[in-house]
């Protein structure tokens, strides 16, 4: 049961994809992310290697210039994953140079064919800087996740540090954690290389370690597109 309990955590824990944090996207524009990861464990018998990996799928849209919507889903084969709804809305003056956002998220959670409702709630702190590096952002989000007919919330604080500059490829470290009642910290650390492309795409390649399951290291691919 033990074992059960830890993989439910770790399908929320990993399905953090590019999310904008305390940052609003402006109104009547939209940002889509689609990722994947990838781990292979060598096996002496049978000769194949063991493969996993999960996907996920995040995509936001400004109604207003104080109201973002949007959707995170997460899949792992096997394990399960989620599709929440969410919205987001700032709590400090957009000219201000640090950020503070409040995020509500609501949808299911699964575990093979079975689903249970889901929420999140979230704050989220954003701040900009410029340096000898360039410009850049440093992140933090904290929230609560409870899935029905779970015993306890999860709670989770994750922090992201990148830079903006984009005309090159640039650098960005993301730690995600969680802790539930009765369990072992979780963690995932995951250091990026952000690829622009010609016109509104990015890639992003990334090495991820994480704390649970086999194997440890994988390899993290993802699209980003605004619109």
């Not at 410029?130 to 919330?153: C, K, M, Q, Y």
């Not at 010609?198 to 991820?208: A, E, F, P």
Request: positive net charge; proline residues 7%.
């Amino acid at each position: 049961m033990r074992w059960i309990v830890l993989a439910c955590v770790f399908c929320l824990i990993a399905s953090q994809p590019a999310r904008a944090g305390a940052w609003l996207r402006d109104k009547g524009k939209g940002f889509f992310a689609f990722s994947s990861t990838m781990y292979v464990t060598p096996q002496i018998y049978p000769a194949l290697p063991l493969v996993e990996y999960d996907t996920s799928i995040y995509a936001d849209y400004g109604l207003t210039s104080w109201l973002t919507m949007g959707i995170d889903v997460y899949e792992q084969p096997d394990l399960g994953g989620h599709t929440l709804l969410f919205m987001r809305l700032p709590i400090s003056a957009s000219e201000r140079q640090s950020k503070f956002a409040f995020e509500l998220a609501i949808g299911g959670h699964h575990k093979g064919a079975t689903w249970d409702p889901m929420y999140r709630m979230g704050l989220s702190w954003g701040h900009g800087f410029n340096n000898w590096f360039g410009p850049g952002w440093l992140a933090v989000d904290t929230a609560i996740e409870h899935i029905e007919g779970r015993s306890g919330p999860l709670l989770k604080v994750d922090a992201a540090l990148g830079l903006s500059s984009p005309d090159r490829i640039r650098p960005m470290l993301q730690i995600e954690t969680a802790v539930a009642q009765n369990l072992p910290l979780i963690w995932k650390l995951t250091p990026s290389l952000i690829i622009p492309r010609k016109g509104k795409s990015t890639w992003v390649i990334g090495i991820q370690q994480r704390s649970f399951g086999t194997p440890r290291t994988g390899l993290k691919l993802a699209l980003w597109r605004k619109f």
